[in-house]
């Protein structure tokens, strides 16, 4: 390595002079390099990235006679792979394996609302005092994972499950409106309300089975609350956003009929913020 090289900086080069001097850049070379990196996808993806524009380069120029372009072919493909991955490490929550908050602002800068959206906010009871200051943070840490599995079983493949921290989620559900509970949930809801009452019992059913299953020495009633907001034309995806925040909110506050649920309701958005002062 000369003075002052990175470790990726000094695999670039040596391809680099490799491929125009020598006749023996090989798929096993190339793997030695990728070893020197340590298998870290982002040094990867910047290895493969930097390495597939010098092939490009010196194929323009007539420098690159001995370079098989099946290993040009899996350079791209390893660039465009390990681009994939980096993408997923900067948008996945490490312990529940559901987006995280980078993978929210993502989508609600991309996504028309003018197509429909629902939101929910999902969040745990007394998770600090009953779950991580009761019986410390690793099992806190395996009730949120637990959570996180039932919003990934109880929810549509196209709808975006988040972590948006601590023990906080939320659900965006793409070309989702109050008329579409009947037609694009699998079961038969009546109405936004029916839809969330069976979301929340299926999740807290599926989280306290998991507890008493792996550490049948807790106790613990587990218990969360849901708010939702449904888009009706008026707002932005960031506005729906703190629509259903507040609804959340008003169901941990207010316990609307015990029930730990509330649907916002944007004729007393002056009420909803009044109370959250």
Do not use: W
């Amino acid at each position: 390595m000369k003075n002052g090289e990175s470790r990726l900086e000094e695999a670039v080069r040596q391809f680099t002079e490799l491929a125009r001097h020598d006749t023996s850049i090989t798929f096993p070379r190339l793997h030695d390099m990728e070893r020197t990196l340590d298998n870290d996808p982002l040094l990867l993806m910047d290895f493969y990235g930097s390495i597939g524009i010098e092939s490009l380069s010196m194929a323009e120029y007539g420098s690159l006679p001995k370079l098989d372009l099946n290993l040009v072919d899996y350079i791209q493909k390893k660039h465009n792979i390990y681009s994939h991955k980096v993408h997923d490490m900067l948008n996945r929550d490490t312990l529940t394996g559901l987006g995280n908050r980078r993978s929210l602002e993502g989508f609600l800068e991309s996504y028309d609302i003018s197509k429909g959206l629902s939101v929910i906010f999902v969040d745990l009871d007394n998770f600090k005092t009953g779950i991580n200051d009761a019986y410390g943070h690793d099992f806190g840490d395996a009730v949120l994972g637990y959570a996180g599995e039932a919003l990934g079983k109880f929810t549509r493949d196209s709808d975006l499950k988040v972590r948006n921290g601590g023990d906080e989620f939320v659900v965006c559900m793409p070309e989702f409106s109050a008329a579409s509970f009947s037609d694009d949930v699998s079961h038969d809801f009546k109405s936004p309300r029916d839809y969330i009452s069976h979301l929340r019992t299926e999740i807290m059913d599926y989280v306290q089975r998991r507890i008493d299953e792996e550490h049948p020495d807790k106790k613990v009633d587990f218990c969360l609350s849901l708010g939702m907001a449904i888009s009706d034309g008026s707002c932005s995806s960031d506005e729906l956003l703190k629509r259903a925040d507040l609804a959340m909110y008003h169901a941990k506050s207010e316990a609307e009929d015990s029930s730990h649920m509330h649907i916002y309701n944007p004729a007393k958005a002056g009420a909803y913020r009044a109370n959250n002062h």
